[in-house]
Nanobody, 126 residues
Framework: QVRLEESGGGSVSAGGSLRLVCVPS????????MAWFRQVPGKNREGVAS????????YYADFAQGRFTISHDSATNTLSLQMNSLKPEDTAQYFC???????????????????WGQGTHVTVSV
């Protein structure tokens, strides 16, 4: 059974930084892309960033471009998201996703991923 465990969320002031980490277990061994998504109550889950094995071919949502960096440690299959210059509107539950299936242009679509973590919450205050 594949499990994804996120950590690194917390509360920061606007302009601060956080680093989210996703550690998989029971991984079947494929090397397709992984991703980070986020969701706030009452809104749909939205893609933040995605990358394939070793962090290659990254895709970023417009709001993440230039502020967030996705990386992947191929030795441990650990996925990270470095978030800098955080804004109050970045407040959300952040989820790790894996098991991508589909063409690369679906990299930020939640329906393209089979496995999900429980999420870690990020709060950014003014």
């Amino acid at each position: 059974q594949v499990r994804l465990e996120e950590s690194g969320g917390g509360s920061v002031s606007a302009g601060g930084s956080l680093r989210l980490v996703c550690v998989p277990s029971g991984w079947p061994g494929d090397s397709t892309r992984m991703a980070w998504f986020r969701q706030v109550p009452g809104k749909n889950r939205e893609g933040v960033a995605s990358a394939n094995h070793r962090g290659g071919y990254p895709y970023y949502a417009d709001f993440a471009q230039g502020r967030f960096t996705i990386s992947h440690d191929s030795a441990t299959n650990t996925l990270s998201l470095q978030m800098n210059s955080l804004k109050p509107e970045d407040t959300a539950q952040y989820f790790c996703a894996a098991g991508f299936q589909g063409p690369a242009d679906l990299a930020l679509m939640d329906t393209a991923y089979r496995y999900w973590g429980q999420g870690t919450h990020v709060t950014v205050s003014v």
